[in-house]
């Protein structure tokens, strides 16, 4: 597929600001440095990331307190009432 096409196809579409840069120079001689190059570089947090506030810690520890309470309660079924504390 051309580049071009795809990248006014696959790419403008999410990246609507995105420009694509081809460089290469055919006097250079060709070594591991000074090959033609064929990519794409994104940063997807800039453009995929959603900032979401973070829960406080009060409501963390009782979210935690609540589920070690909930577990000890089915422990307590599993075993009958049984209890191990003397």
Known sequence: QDVQAYFN???LP???DAIWAYEFNPKKAVNAQNRERLGAEFM????FY???EL??????YKALVDAGSESMQKLTVLLGGVSSAK
């Open 9 to 11: 196809t696959e790419v």
């Open 55 to 60: 829960e406080s810690t009060d409501s963390l």
């Open 44 to 47: 997807f947090t800039r453009y």
């Open 50 to 52: 959603e900032y979401h």
């Open 14 to 16: 999410h990246v609507p």
